[in-house]
């Protein structure tokens, strides 16, 4: 591990910060309308949420622009800190990748406690996929973009399923809604202890996690290749001059409009081609996922433009710009937001789950992002890091950095 590299102070880039929030407002949104389950749901919590035409129209909604595309906007923020951490460091004289691996150990360990009440935890597959970042920081960006592409047009997917067939890598996964196993788990959830709950994450959850991740879903290879956009973005300092590059943002915005239109086509004709008899064991739902990952590419690109077009007006930057202590704070408030709701939703805490229909849920995820907002405001007025953020940032360095302000 290097140990030449001092940390100081540099200066933050608070359109990163603020989108950093943005994301973690539509990752929020999406897990509690789906009650931190984080796996398939039986017939009978599927109905309870869903008593009426709003709630499924909520529910189309978040599936279109929410779901997928805020933790793959979460991703790309990921790649794109972990090039401006190693840049600071070799400005510094200095080379960061064995204190970011360490870095990555500190996570994994911060985010299987987490796991541990939240089976969706994806800081675990950051640490694990963070590792192989660190070599690319030295591969040019044609090589960078030329491995997302391949990873985005699904490389991995079709490679293993060509191997497999559609057959687990890790776990055969049945998401039929009403199978023993759905079923079990739910009532655990609904009913079980919280250490009955800790017990099944804690091994089974991260098996099934590694089947969704590194199996033919591909959700990590998805991840990865974010990760390996944002890591060339900040090699282009496209965050320190955005204000001045409005043509490109503009040809970026169609490009990502016109992948979207065609990759829903993709997506849409890969799925109507099976039918009602949905299965992983076809070509077909290969395409039909590598659509859905190209659809959700596409529409993160999508706000990633709209969101700095709208940051570089004066009314834009005034309301996004409020979303920058949330991002600042956001390791804290995603494990915070865990802790809360599964205590809400958990037959080990209030035993609230499948008891709210999708409005419900909806908006109360709303007014807890709007209090978490106030709250991170409040915290970094007084206090330089989020709590967590300062604990990740000392065991780092090894030195017990200052909290208050």
């Known amino acids: ?7 100081t102070p540099f200066e933050r880039i608070e359109i990163i910060d603020a989108l950093r929030g943005f994301a973690l407002a539509g990752i929020v949104i999406c897990h509690v309308v789906e009650n931190y389950i984080a796996a398939a749901t039986p017939t009978t919590f599927n109905e309870a949420v869903h008593p009426g035409l709003i709630d499924n129209i909520i529910d189309g909604v978040i599936g279109i622009f929410l779901r997928g595309k805020f933790i793959a906007l979460f991703s790309f923020l990921f790649g794109l800190s972990f090039f401006i951490q190693m840049d600071n460091a070799r400005q510094r004289g200095g080379y960061f990748g064995g204190r970011f691996l360490w870095r990555l150990i500190l996570l994994f360990v911060i985010g299987f406690v987490h796991s541990l009440f939240y089976r969706g935890d994806i800081l675990t597959v950051y640490a694990l996929l963070g590792i192989f970042l660190i070599p690319f920081y030295r591969v040019n960006n044609k090589w960078a973009l030329i491995t997302a592409g391949l990873l985005f047009l699904g490389l991995a997917r079709f490679a293993l399923f060509l191997i497999a067939g559609g057959d687990g890598i890790f776990i055969e996964m049945d998401t039929n809604p009403d199978n023993e196993k759905v079923l079990s788990y739910y009532n655990t959830l609904k009913t079980g202890s919280l250490w ?9 959850g991260h098996i099934e996690k590694a089947e969704v991740q590194y199996g033919v879903f591909g959700r990590g290879y998805f991840t990865f290749a974010f990760f390996l956009i944002g890591l060339v ?11 001045e590059e409005q043509k490109l943002l503009k040809k970026i915005l169609m490009y990502a409009i016109i992948g979207f239109v065609v990759s829903f086509g993709i997506m849409a004709g890969g799925f109507a081609s099976m039918g009602t008899d949905f299965n992983m064991n076809s070509w077909n739902a290969m395409i039909g996922l590598t659509g859905m990952d190209l659809v959700n590419m596409a529409m993160t690109v999508v706000y990633i433009v709209l969101f700095a077009m709208l940051f570089k007006r004066v009314k834009g930057e005034r309301f996004l710009a409020k979303f920058a202590p949330y991002g600042r704070m956001a390791l804290t408030n995603y494990v915070l937001q865990s802790v809360i709701f599964t205590f809400i939703l958990f037959g080990w805490g209030l035993g609230y789950l499948g008891e709210l229909r999708q409005l419900y849920t909806f908006l109360l995820a709303l007014v807890f992002i709007a209090l978490q907002m106030l709250f991170s405001r409040w915290w970094l007025q007084n206090y330089k ?4 953020e300062w604990l990740w940032r000392s065991l780092t360095f090894f030195k017990v950095f200052p909290f208050r302000k």
């Not at 591990?1 to 940390?7: E, G, N, R």
């Not at 890091?385 to 967590?388: A, Q, R």
């Open 196 to 204: 009955e709950v800790f017990e099944t994450n804690a091994i089974e």
């Open 1 to 7: 591990m290097s140990t030449a590299v001092k940390p």
């Open 385 to 388: 890091y989020g709590p967590l």
């Open 233 to 243: 973005v900040g090699r282009n300092g496209f965050f320190k001059r955005f204000r």
